[in-house]
T-cell receptor
Framework: SQKIEQNSEALNIQEGKTATLTCNYTNYSPAYLQWYRQDPGRGPVFLLLIRENEKEKRKERLKVTFDTTLKQSLFHITASQPADSATYLCALDIPISGGYNKLIFGAGTRLAVHP | ETGVTQTPRHLVMGMTNKKSLKCEQHLGHNAMYWYKQSAKKPLELMFVYSLEERVENNSVPSRFSPECPNSSHLFLHLHTLQPEDSALYLC?????????????FGPGTRLTVT
């Protein structure tokens, strides 16, 4: 069956450290993989998109890797801050008809950064 | 919010009621989506609309009825819901035929079915 797994329900780290979140999937062949941030009671906010032919993508303190052989993406936040505390969602980008796409989401990893 | 707006933000309805959720996007996108987010479960895609035509229906029960009158508006009509339909309903939009596939989400409607 098709599955997306994100590591551990909650990740607690100290301010200033690097947070590393994992997304593993089976039985999908996504063209893209996306990461979103979701705060309680709010909609997800897009962070980064990485294509299947890209190994790594960076944006400010964020870095995403994508290994299509391992079927895994890693999401890193360097120099983490308490304001980074949120749930981070991994989403596989699957093409559908008409050139459009749909997203299949993982359950998310809740990150708590402590001062 | 100026990107994707949703109304109402909170809704309590009985199982025999009929209500509608509204989504409006101000981004000029051509694709719109409905998602359901239940506690402790991943976001579940319900419907995809492209240029007012439904392109995906993810085996959603008929008590949920979507409507897309134009590319900026999306509705979800609800009738005879069950308590297990209580969830956060999220609308999103994207420019589906570009090279940027990110989706922009609204704040959601928190639905409680009593």
């Amino acid at each position: 069956s098709q599955k997306i797994e994100q590591n551990s329900e909650a990740l607690n780290i100290q301010e200033g450290k690097t947070a590393t979140l994992t997304c593993n999937y089976t039985n999908y062949s996504p063209a893209y993989l996306q990461w979103y941030r979701q705060d309680p009671g709010r909609g997800p906010v897009f962070l980064l998109l990485i294509r299947e032919n890209e190994k790594e993508k960076r944006k400010e303190r964020l870095k995403v890797t994508f290994d299509t052989t391992l079927k895994q993406s890693l999401f890193h936040i360097t120099a983490s801050q308490p304001a980074d505390s949120a749930t981070y969602l991994c989403a596989l980008d699957i093409p559908i008809s008409g050139g459009y796409n749909k997203l299949i989401f993982g359950a998310g990893t809740r990150l708590a950064v402590h001062p | 919010e100026t990107g994707v707006t949703q109304t109402p933000r909170h809704l309590v309805m009985g199982m025999t009621n009929k209500k509608s959720l509204k989504c409006e996007q101000h981004l000029g996108h051509n694709a719109m989506y409905w998602y359901k987010q239940s506690a402790k479960k991943p976001l579940e895609l319900m419907f995809v609309y492209s240029l007012e035509e439904r392109v995906e229906n993810n085996s959603v029960p008929s008590r949920f009825s979507p409507e897309c009158p134009n590319s900026s508006h999306l509705f979800l009509h609800l009738h005879t819901l069950q308590p297990e339909d209580s969830a956060l309903y999220l609308c999103a939009s994207s420019q589906g035929d570009s090279d940027n596939y990110e989706q922009y989400f609204g704040p959601g409607t928190r639905l409680t079915v009593t």
